[in-house]
């Protein structure tokens, strides 16, 4: 009995130390993995700051290339020497393409490709359509800003602005009476300079008139009396 038991034992003893050089088999190949995985988390994260990659194994680039945008991803190969990357960047500046300009633009450009049977970079593609793209909104802009101005000018040239009309300053004319008047004021305008003078000459000739049709009735009724019969005059 005594030695079934250490048999037993000694079996599970055996199988405890297997088990356990299996387990640390097992362990150290996880951290190495992990290890590798927080290097492409770590890159990927760090995107920003990645410049020329040098001699970066392909298939760690095919991991953390993808999480690249348009800019980053032209920065990284633009940075890199002695290296083409476009193996790897080809696909993924198609795929900036379709996401900036939509997936018919990449069709048509593929047609096109086809039918003169050229090939071109995906990369310089995007470019040339950014460029195209930005020629035509500045142009965009720069049209609304001349119907603008003249939206505008048109406005201020129909817009009503009112005029405040003042009367000229002048004095009024005191009548000293009804064939005469006060010498204008120095600070009279003109025209009311020549408006007295022709009051003052139309209340003379008035006066003269009155005058001479006064003389003319004496002279009548003088006129009259020594015309009677007898040419006699009673006193």
């Not at 305008?189 to 209340?203: D, H, V």
């Amino acid at each position: 009995m005594g030695d079934l038991l250490f048999q037993f034992f000694f079996d599970c003893l055996q199988f405890s130390g297997f088990l356990f050089s299996f387990l640390w088999v097992i362990e150290q190949r996880i951290m190495v993995v992990s290890l590798l995985e927080l290097c492409v988390r770590s890159a990927i994260d760090n995107l920003q700051y990645i410049s020329d990659v040098g001699e970066t194994d392909i298939q760690l680039l095919k991991r953390i290339l993808p999480h690249c945008n348009a800019e980053q991803l032209n920065h990284i190969e633009s940075s890199t020497k002695g290296r083409d990357l476009s193996p790897i960047t080809d696909d993924l500046w198609r795929k900036c393409y379709g996401r900036k300009f939509g997936n018919d633009a990449v069709e048509m450009v593929k047609e096109r490709m086809s039918d003169r049977k050229c090939k071109f970079k995906w990369r310089q593609l995007y470019q040339a359509k950014c460029r195209e793209q930005d020629e035509i909104q500045r142009k965009g802009v720069s049209r609304l800003r001349e119907l603008y101005k003249e939206q505008n000018s048109q406005k201020e040239r129909k817009q009503i602005v009112p005029i405040d009309l003042k009367p000229p300053e002048s004095k009024r004319i005191k009548r000293t009476g009804p064939g005469g008047s006060s010498g204008p004021s120095s600070k009279a305008p003109a025209k009311g300079r020549l408006m007295q003078k022709a009051r003052m000459e139309f209340a003379k000739s008035n006066a003269a008139s009155r005058q001479a049709s006064m003389a003319k009735s004496r002279l009548n009724l003088n006129n009259g009396i020594n015309q009677r019969p007898g040419g006699s005059f009673r006193r």
